[in-house]
């Protein structure tokens, strides 16, 4: 499981997230992204950022470390905005933790060239997980001392919405007509050639064992959390040998 931080100080918020993340200070000095438990958009939302960015680590993307951040409602009771109290004082507990990239900026595509290469790995990465939040409005990359990073995973796997047609909805193409990378022209087979046999069951055995038992408990249909771990594997694993040839919306090269 994720290793556990004890947020020590209470920075500022982020303003460019939906769920208001915050920047904290750990016990161990480390500045950290906070992602509240307590969101409006729920743990799983949680579960997809550990489930996509572990999964993202190992496959060689540059993905900031992720730890739980264990927070003392206290922290609270000094901050003058009301919805910045309501999350800490509803998130004591295990919240989702990031390493802050210190001076990174939002990846522009006019401002910043990514090669077919690096473009096809990202895209292909984004249809394994069905991820609908990189696209050139929000695109999600983060370009810290001159490299790309990815950040923010919470809206992948819509499957884990609806169990039971996990399956199906795992096989659905993905349109990555709106992506962030679309103009660089993706090299998706050869990033497809390159990742997809590093997605073995080993691995999203190791990833998903990431993931805290606290955000797995009392899912419907399952027994118990490694029941649940195998459920977000399995989709992952049927869809990566050839997730590349359902990406639609990408022109091809000349
Ligand atoms: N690890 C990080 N290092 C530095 N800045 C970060 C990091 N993670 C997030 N940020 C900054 O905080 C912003 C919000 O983070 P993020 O996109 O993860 O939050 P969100 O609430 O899920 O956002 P969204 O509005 O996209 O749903 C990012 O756009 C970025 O500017
Ligand atoms: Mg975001």
Redesign the pocket.
Same mark, same amino acid.
Do not use: Q, R, T, Y
């Given at each position: 499981m994720l290793n556990e931080v004890t947020v020590t100080r209470y920075v500022t918020p @982020?303003r460019? /997230? /939906?769920? @208001? %993340?915050g920047l904290v200070e750990g016990d161990d000095l480390g500045a950290y992204?906070i992602k509240f438990a307590s969101a409006g958009q729920g743990r799983k939302t949680l579960v997809a950022e550990v489930v996509c960015g572990e999964l993202a680590r190992r496959l060689g993307f540059r993905m %900031?470390r992720l730890v739980t951040l264990a927070l003392d409602p206290v922290l609270g009771l000094g901050e003058p905005e009301q919805q910045v109290q309501d999350l800490l004082r509803g998130s004591g507990g295990g919240n989702l933790g990031?390493?802050? @990239?210190s001076g990174?900026l939002?990846f522009d595509p006019l401002a910043f060239a990514v090669s077919p290469e690096e473009a096809g790995r990202i895209v292909w990465f984004d249809a394994l997980v069905g991820n609908v939040?990189r696209s050139w409005r #929000?695109p #999600?990359l983060?370009v810290h001392r001159g490299d790309l990073w990815l950040?923010?995973h /919470?809206?992948t796997m819509i499957w884990h919405h609806n169990w039971p047609a996990a399956e199906t909805s795992a096989a659905r193409p993905y349109d990555a007509s709106e992506h962030a990378l679309a103009r660089f022209a993706p090299d998706i087979a050869g990033a497809a050639a390159e990742l997809a046999p590093h997605v073995t069951e080993e691995l999203l055995a190791e990833v998903t064992a990431e993931i805290p038992d606290a955000w797995l408990a009392d899912e419907p249909g399952f027994t118990d959390p490694d029941d649940l771990r195998r459920a977000y594997a399995r989709p992952l694993l049927a869809r990566a040998a050839t997730v590349h040839e359902r990406v639609t919306g990408i022109e091809e090269r000349p």
């Open positions: @982020l460019e /997230g /939906g769920s @208001l %993340p992204v %900031p990031m390493d802050f @990239l990174a939002g939040d #929000n #999600n983060l950040i923010d /919470g809206a």
